[in-house]
């Protein structure tokens, strides 16, 4: 199956620092989300975006199918970004395989 | 309703007993999903419906996990003769058509511990 990896695995800034956030991935996809999990374990869903440029308040993600990977950008960081970064693929009738994830802390 | 509901939000169960866990999708979405993630891991796919139908069952890890889906709507996912590595948080979502690639919306889960 599609290998999902994500990096880097833990990551901790100070508030109001910029970050990004990369995932590389196996095969073509036509299905890339982004989700937050936060420290109570809920997970949003941030972008859902197989391919170009998308941005929503101070995140932004960027998806390049043809290299296989996506970035995820974390501007004017606040200890609420805390929590786990999960990007996840899929490619046409298969559910989305889920990377590891990124861990990041944001400290005040 | 408004969001993803799942139930309950904590099981303890002894080894050996059956749990039954459910979930309620998003009104009209059509896809629901069942991921289970274990303490500080990633997420285990384990079997999606695209209305009452399963197309992908691969990832339920033994024939003692099963899952039903009725109405197009209320999912349940049945474990039965528990182990202690059953023991993990089991998340469902729901998403319009998987061919439309929609955007996943996961309920809060249901922590599962056997003991």
């Known amino acids: 199956g599609i290998q999902v990896e994500q990096s880097p695995p833990d990551l901790i800034l100070q508030e109001g620092a910029n970050s990004t956030l990369r995932c590389n991935f196996s095969?073509?996809?036509?299905?890339l989300q982004w989700f937050h999990q936060n420290p109570w374990g809920q997970l949003i869903n941030l972008f859902y975006i197989p391919s170009g440029t998308k941005q929503n308040g101070r995140l932004s993600a960027t998806t390049v199918a043809t290299e296989r990977y996506s970035l995820l950008y974390i501007s004017s960081s606040q200890t609420t970004d805390s929590g786990v970064y999960f990007c996840?693929?899929?490619?046409?009738?298969?559910?989305?395989?889920f990377g590891s994830g990124t861990r990041l802390q944001v400290q005040p | 309703g408004a969001g993803v509901s799942q139930s309950p939000s904590n099981k303890v169960t002894e080894k050996g007993k059956d749990v039954e866990l459910r979930c309620d999708p998003i009104s009209g979405h059509t896809a629901l999903y069942w991921y289970r993630q274990s303490l500080g891991q990633g997420l285990e796919f384990l079997i999606y419906?695209?209305?009452?139908?399963?197309?992908?069952k691969s990832g339920l890890p033994s024939d003692r996990f099963s899952a039903e889906r009725t109405g197009g709507s209320v999912s349940t996912l049945t474990i039965q003769r528990t182990q202690q590595e059953d023991s993990a948080v089991y998340l469902c979502?729901?998403?319009?058509?998987?061919?439309?690639?929609?955007?996943?919306?996961f309920g809060n889960g249901t922590r599962l511990t056997v003991t």
């Open positions: 996840a693929v899929g490619t046409g009738r298969r559910a989305l395989t």
């Open positions: 419906f695209q209305g009452n139908s399963a197309p992908d």
């Open positions: 095969d073509s996809v036509n299905n």
């Open positions: 979502a729901s998403s319009g058509r998987i061919d439309y690639n929609s955007p996943l919306h």
